[in-house]
Every structure is written in structure tokens, then in C-alpha cells.
């Protein structure tokens, strides 16, 4: 998927769109959320966690952690796998929007990078086990089997050098059925 | 249901042999399973969801649901973990056991892993004992394992090894880049270098083509069926001979035994839950390290009111893992070649001989790090997140090397299973509880050991270094646990004989790495396959002289 080489050019909804048109079967149900798309999360939430995952990962000439998916991965994962940190995330995500209204008076969404930047500097000292928590799922849904919803069309595995194996096996069969729990 | 002559419970490393030995010496067997039967087909290359990487699961079980442990830790009290929690210290549970999906790395221990009181003395707070059986006792029953399983390596660069007869029977993988980088560096440092042992077909062996040299290996099982457990060896044959019957998906529930304290069958859940007795002449309890001696502690009676065996308060005792240290080194080129498994050289110099340390442990370098593995493992001062941290994933991925090793582990008797009195699995059996930690003097040796690995890569020509030698606050047990069984010749001191035969309970065996009284600077599975070879042996003899019966 070329278009993913020139996220950084492209708004989110270009590149999702992009990535539509790239034929990727994967796209479907990894992006272009609708209200009340998620398995789990409302769309406020999502928007916050949005902004904490991508200065986590943000863009460069490689897309950012909600760009490759990471929030579809972190979603799914609140409705299968990871249902034990629900409260974790609803807490966290509504105290991090607290933290954001008591400095800006705003929502953190609405920041800009750098006030988001230092917010999320601030959760990781105040909040460490929340931002921990989002971090190590962040870090999963980048680099981690695309199969999950992250690491859309393979991206941090591309970034990283990690090309297609020469011998591909079963894989190619596996990336075709989509997700698994 | 029909009586049978043996029942093994455990089809993994040794149960697997155990089964086959048996089976084809003539005796029926009934071989216990309790989690399913994997193929290739079910090698799903996820770096979420393995054996290793376990954060969205274990992918060769336990599963989540109904099977906890308790882990006792001496910060923060009783903790409840799930199988896929790093504290629950998992091995794997289906037909294979950890030998589907390990890395298999296959070494022989050297003679002087079975000496260590003698030769080093028993550090202060150990349990340190030789054991009651030596390198030649075993040495005909490696080589067994060696061409029965099938192993490829060379260790002809090393002279530390005991004597061997014949050579591994099939070829090293060739060399990939980690290893052409590595080995001068050794030699410039007067080490010697040398391939590890891998139970792995190099070449086609058993009906089964090579590696194909992938980058899932340690924690997947393996798509092309080129790594070899005992799934697809010795289960395989026990099964061809007609007198072995595999049942999966079945839980053991305690050793039954009859009014004179002889075991006289095994009580079992099925795969539908019910509750099941298979009456035998023989039981063999090959269930791993923590389970085999909490299904033990759960085999209670009026004759052996605090667990079958457990006479003298031994069982679950002195468990053991492998505290992993080393380092990783980061250079200015290139060392990822993308050539599968990834582990390739060792070097065994250290092992023992170090002035002031009870041994020491093998150093090799580490199988291909996915770049999950990565997130952790940058250089010191690395940001944990943001646009530097994204930048150094990016520069460093394909220019690492990890050299790590199993440190020697100094066994203590505090450290060890016992019943949880409080949690219960799915089938309301009491579940294991894990208590102790890793003796101090195990942590010192981990510390040289990873100064070492620094030194041989910097030598390599590592531009920057990470060390890893970390104390843990819990005991280490894992896929390499082991102990909690003991052979000894003493009653008072361990749980079973030279032949694994249970003290007071001549037709019940326990017949897996809890037997272990040390664990070697070596990784275990080796020498589990070979003391299965060495008791089965042993067993068939005693059946075809005396049949058990008293």
C-alpha cells in the first residue's frame, strides 16, 4: 500500500480513503469509524485516546498510531482480550480530559500537538499505571501482527526493514481470514 | 473402563518418550492429555498471541478461563494470574507440552552439572546436591534422544563437553550473519565458539524436510514441521504400535491408590467435564515441574494425607528455573539477515571454572527478535515513547545483537509449589501456588555472566551495549522449571530414586525435569528426553522381571 509511505501528507480521512482504494481487505472495520462504530469505546473517548496514542507514535514519513490502526486494535481488544481494563480505560480517558479542561479548558482532542505532548507527559507521571497501560497497547497495535486490526498493510514492519519473508507459507492465507480473537 | 499397564499423564518432552518406550516394549498405555492436539495447520504466525509473546493469550495453551495460580510475592502477598501472565510461570499444555513450540535449543548437561555439592560445596541457604546418577549414565541415553528426536549442530569447536560416542546426526544450519559476526569476536577473546544443538532437522530426517528458516520460531509452532518435539516423533510411533492410547483435552485429577498405598489408577476429568477413573498396573506423572507435584500435593488418602509421596515434606521443593541475563549490543551496520531461527552460536567456557562462582551458564545469541520484542530493548536513555522513541525502533531493528544465557541456578527448598488453600480451577481442584525466589548467589553469577556477554559484544564491535541482569522479587521457573520432584537416594531428602521410582510407592513414577536436583547452565529439554530414555529403560526391565506385582 503505497499511500501509506505519504501519511504525513495526507489528512487521516485521505489516507483512510487511500488505503480503501489500496484494495486492502484489512481496511474494512479498521477504520472510517461511524458514530458509535466501536466495539467498546463512545466516540469521545476515542477521540482522547487518539491523541494520547499518537504522541505515543506519532507521525513522521510513517504514519502515527491511529493512522496504522492502533485505536481498532486497542478497541477490539476492550471487547475481547482486554474486557479486565475496561474500567482502566473509561477512568483514565475521562481523567486525562479533566487534567485537559483544568490546564486548557478544553478537551485534549482540541489541543495542539505540543500542549498534547506535554499533557501526555503529565498522565505519564500522574497517571503511570493508566498511561502504561496505553503505552505497552499502543506499542502492540503498532508493531504487532496486523492481523489484530493494528499495524495496517504491515506498516512499522515495513518502516523497521522487516521486508515480506522470502517464503511466506501459511501467512499469506492467514492476512485473507482477517482478525482472530 | 478396561485396565491397562500404564498410565502416563503428560504428553509432553518425557511423557511422549515414556509412552512410546512402553508401548513398544509391549505394556499398554493410556497417555493423559489435557490440552488438544496442534498441526501445522494451526501455526499461526501471531507476535501477539504465542508461547513466548503472550499479551493477547497463550496460542498452545492453558487458556485463560479456569486454570489460575497463585503467586506469592513477598511485596505484595498472594496475586491470582492468569496462564498468560508473565508471574504464572507457563510452559505449554497440548500434545507436544513446551516441545511444540520451544526454540529447541538441545544440549547435553556436562558432567559436572550432576556434581555441584561436591565440587563447589553447598552455598549458604541452598539445597545445592549432586545428583544420584552422572553424566555416563545418561550419556547413552542422549545420544538416544539425539537420533530418536533428531538434533542438528556441531559441537566440535567446544572441548568443555563430556565424552560422547558418536557424533549429533545431522549438520549445524549454516551460519547466519549474527554468528559470522560473533564467532572471531569469541576467538579474538580465546573463547570457543561453537554451533548450538537444535532439535531441528537441518537436512531431512524422520520423514521430515529442514528448517526453512523463518523468523517464528521460539514461541510458534512450526509451519513446515521441521523442529522436532515429541508430537512428531516418539507420540507418533507409540501410537503405530497399536497399545498406546492418546485421550486430549483431559485433566488429571488425582493418583488413586488401594488400601496398601499402591497406586491403582488415575482419576481424570474428560473433555466433557465428567469425572473419570482409568485403573492401571503403573502411573507415570510426566505433567511438568508444577503441575506433576501439584497433582502429587491433590492425591491425598488416609495412607498419604498430605499428598501422595509427600512423606517427608519434599514434594514441590527446591524449584527451579533459569534466571536469563546478557545484553544486547547496538552497531553501526547491519546484523539482521532475516535467516531463521535466528540462535545459532554459543560458547560454553564459562559454564564453570569461575573462581568464587558455584558455575555459571552457556551464552548464545538470541533467536530473531520480532519487533514487538523490540519496544524495550533500545539503547540506554531511549525516550518509552513519542518520535524518538519511533525513530531509534527504526534505526536499531535490523542492527542489534541480544546475547544472553541460562545462569546455573543454586536450588533452595523454600522455593517451591504448594496448594493454594483459597483458589480453585474450572474442574474445583485446588490450584498451585508458587513461593520462594532465586538464591542471591544466583543473581552473582548472572551478573558476570552478563558482563560477559557485554565484553564479547563490544568485541563484535557493539558501538553502544544495554545490560540485562535484573533481580526478579519471585522465583524463576517458566518453560525450564524443574525440582520439584527431586532424585535422590535419600527418602528423607528427595521424592524419587536413580530410577524415578517414588519412594514408597514402588509402582508410581514421576518422570519429567521435576526430578531434576540441579538445572545446568544449559536449557533443559535434552536432558528431560534423555532421563525419560534412562528410566523408561529401567521401567521395561522391572515390569518384564517382577510386573509390578506384589
Given at each position: 500500500m503505497q499511500s501509506s509511505r505519504d501519511g504525513v501528507s495526507l489528512t487521516r480521512r485521505q489516507f483512510v480513503?487511500?488505503?480503501?482504494?489500496?484494495?486492502?481487505?484489512?481496511?474494512?472495520?479498521?477504520?472510517?469509524?461511524?458514530?458509535?462504530?466501536?466495539?467498546?469505546?463512545?466516540?469521545e473517548q476515542a477521540r482522547?485516546?487518539?491523541?494520547?496514542?499518537?504522541?505515543?507514535?506519532?507521525?513522521?514519513?510513517?504514519?502515527?498510531?491511529?493512522?496504522?490502526?492502533?485505536?481498532?486494535?486497542?478497541?477490539?481488544?476492550?471487547?475481547?482480550?482486554?474486557?479486565?481494563?475496561?474500567?482502566?480505560?473509561?477512568?483514565?480517558?475521562?481523567?486525562?480530559?479533566?487534567m485537559s479542561w483544568q490546564r486548557h479548558g478544553r478537551d485534549m482532542a482540541a489541543l495542539s500537538a505540543p500542549q498534547q505532548a506535554q499533557l501526555v507527559a503529565a498522565i505519564e507521571k500522574e497517571n503511570s499505571a493508566f498511561f502504561n497501560l496505553v503505552r505497552s497497547h499502543t506499542l502492540e497495535g503498532y508493531y504487532g501482527a496486523p492481523r489484530h486490526g493494528g499495524n495496517r498493510d504491515a506498516v512499522s514492519w515495513r518502516m523497521v526493514g522487516m521486508g515480506e519473508p522470502p517464503v511466506r507459507g501459511r501467512a499469506q492465507y492467514d492476512e485473507r481470514k482477517g482478525a482472530a480473537s | 473402563m478396561k485396565k491397562v499397564n500404564a498410565v502416563v499423564v503428560g504428553a509432553g518432552a518425557a511423557g511422549g518418550i515414556v509412552a512410546k518406550e512402553l508401548s513398544t516394549a509391549g505394556l499398554s498405555v493410556v497417555l493423559l492429555e489435557r490440552g488438544r492436539w496442534y498441526t501445522a495447520n494451526d501455526c499461526r504466525k501471531d507476535d501477539l498471541r504465542n508461547q513466548r509473546t503472550t499479551v493477547l493469550g497463550n496460542a498452545f495453551g492453558p487458556d485463560d478461563e479456569g486454570n489460575p495460580r497463585v503467586v506469592w510475592d513477598p511485596q505484595t502477598g498472594p496475586r491470582t494470574l492468569l496462564p498468560s501472565e508473565g508471574g504464572y510461570q507457563n510452559n505449554a499444555a497440548c500434545v507436544?507440552?513446551?516441545?511444540?513450540?520451544?526454540?529447541?535449543?538441545?544440549?547435553r548437561y556436562m558432567p559436572q552439572d550432576f556434581r555441584m555439592r561436591s565440587i563447589y560445596g553447598a552455598p549458604a541457604g541452598s539445597s545445592l546436591e549432586d545428583w544420584p546418577i552422572t553424566y555416563d549414565d545418561l550419556e547413552p541415553w542422549y545420544e538416544k534422544a539425539e537420533y530418536e528426536i533428531g538434533i542438528?549442530?556441531?559441537?566440535?569447536?567446544?572441548?568443555?563437553?563430556?565424552?560422547?560416542?558418536?557424533?549429533?546426526?545431522?549438520?549445524?544450519?549454516?551460519?547466519?550473519r549474527e554468528f559470522q559476526i560473533l564467532e572471531p569476536a569469541a576467538k579474538r577473546l580465546g573463547l570457543h565458539p561453537f554451533h548450538i544443538?537444535?532439535?531441528?532437522?537441518?537436512?531431512?530426517?524422520?520423514?521430515?524436510?529442514?528448517c526453512m528458516r523463518c523468523r517464528w520460531c521460539v514461541g510458534f509452532a512450526c509451519e513446515v514441521d521441521a523442529k522436532n518435539g515429541s508430537q512428531n516423533t516418539v507420540i507418533p510411533t507409540a501410537l503405530a504400535t497399536g497399545n498406546c492410547e492418546l485421550r486430549t483435552e483431559c485433566m488429571a485429577k488425582e493418583i488413586l491408590t488401594d488400601d496398601r498405598g499402591r497406586a491403582r489408577g488415575v482419576a481424570y476429568f474428560d473433555a466433557d467435564g465428567r469425572l473419570q477413573e482409568q485403573p492401571c498396573d503403573i502411573v507415570i506423572v510426566s505433567a511438568c515441574a508444577i503441575e506433576s507435584a501439584r497433582l502429587l500435593l491433590n492425591s491425598k488418602s488416609r495412607l498419604f494425607p498430605n499428598g501422595i509421596g509427600n512423606r517427608h515434606d519434599q514434594v514441590g521443593r527446591h524449584l527451579q528455573g533459569h534466571h536469563y541475563t546478557g545484553a544486547v549490543g547496538f552497531f553501526d551496520f547491519d546484523t539482521y539477515d532475516d535467516v531463521g531461527p535466528g540462535a545459532s552460536i554459543a560458547v560454553a567456557d564459562y559454564n564453570h571454572g569461575t573462581p568464587g562462582l558455584c558455575g555459571g551458564g552457556a551464552l548464545c545469541n538470541e533467536f530473531i527478535r520480532l519487533p514487538i520484542q523490540m519496544i524495550d530493548r533500545l539503547p540506554v536513555n531511549t525516550p518509552r515513547w513519542g518520535l524518538a522513541h519511533k525513530k531509534a525502533m527504526r534505526s536499531?531493528?535490523?542492527?542489534?545483537?541480544?546475547?544472553?544465557?541460562?545462569?546455573?541456578?543454586?536450588?533452595?527448598?523454600?522455593?517451591?509449589?504448594?496448594?493454594?488453600?483459597?483458589?480453585?480451577?474450572?474442574?474445583?481442584?485446588?490450584?498451585?501456588?508458587?513461593?520462594?525466589?532465586?538464591?542471591?548467589?544466583?543473581?552473582?553469577?548472572?551478573?558476570?555472566?552478563?558482563?560477559?556477554?557485554?565484553?564479547?559484544?563490544?568485541?563484535?564491535?557493539?558501538?553502544?551495549?544495554?545490560?540485562?541482569?535484573?533481580?526478579?522479587?519471585?522465583?524463576?521457573?517458566?518453560?525450564?522449571?524443574?525440582?520439584?520432584?527431586?532424585?535422590g537416594n535419600d527418602p528423607q531428602g528427595s521424592v524419587v530414586n536413580r530410577n524415578c521410582q517414588v519412594h514408597d510407592v514402588d509402582n508410581l513414577f514421576v518422570i519429567d525435569g521435576s526430578v531434576h536436583v540441579t538445572n545446568g547452565g544449559f536449557n533443559p529439554a535434552l536432558t528431560i528426553m534423555a532421563i525419560a530414555y534412562f528410566a523408561s529403560d529401567s521401567l521395561v526391565r522391572n515390569w518384564n522381571a517382577t510386573g509390578f506385582r506384589s
Open positions: 480513503a487511500a488505503g480503501a482504494m489500496g484494495g486492502a481487505a484489512l481496511a474494512v472495520g479498521c477504520t472510517g469509524h461511524n458514530q458509535g462504530d466501536w466495539d467498546f469505546l463512545n466516540d482522547t485516546l487518539t491523541a494520547i496514542c499518537d504522541q505515543i507514535v506519532p507521525a513522521d514519513d510513517f504514519p502515527s498510531a491511529s493512522q496504522a490502526g492502533v485505536l481498532t486494535y486497542i478497541d477490539r481488544q476492550l471487547a475481547r482480550h482486554y474486557r479486565r481494563h475496561r474500567n482502566a480505560y473509561r477512568d483514565g480517558l475521562s481523567s486525562a480530559d479533566a | 507436544g507440552g513446551g516441545t511444540l513450540s520451544y526454540g529447541a535449543m538441545a544440549w542438528s549442530g556441531d559441537y566440535s569447536g567446544s572441548p568443555f563437553f563430556g565424552p560422547r560416542k558418536r557424533p549429533l546426526p545431522m549438520p549445524p544450519l549454516a551460519p547466519n544443538p537444535m532439535a531441528r532437522n537441518s537436512v531431512p530426517y524422520n520423514g521430515r524436510g529442514p536499531f531493528y535490523k542492527r542489534n545483537i541480544a546475547v544472553m544465557g541460562p545462569t546455573q541456578p543454586i536450588p533452595m527448598a523454600d522455593a517451591r509449589i504448594t496448594l493454594d488453600p483459597a483458589v480453585r480451577d474450572k474442574w474445583g481442584m485446588q490450584v498451585a501456588r508458587i513461593s520462594g525466589n532465586v538464591h542471591p548467589h544466583t543473581f552473582e553469577i548472572g551478573i558476570v555472566q552478563a558482563q560477559r556477554s557485554e565484553a564479547w559484544l563490544k568485541e563484535a564491535g557493539a558501538v553502544s551495549t544495554v545490560v540485562n541482569a535484573g533481580r526478579p522479587t519471585t522465583v524463576s521457573a517458566g518453560q525450564h522449571q524443574a525440582g520439584t520432584c527431586r532424585m
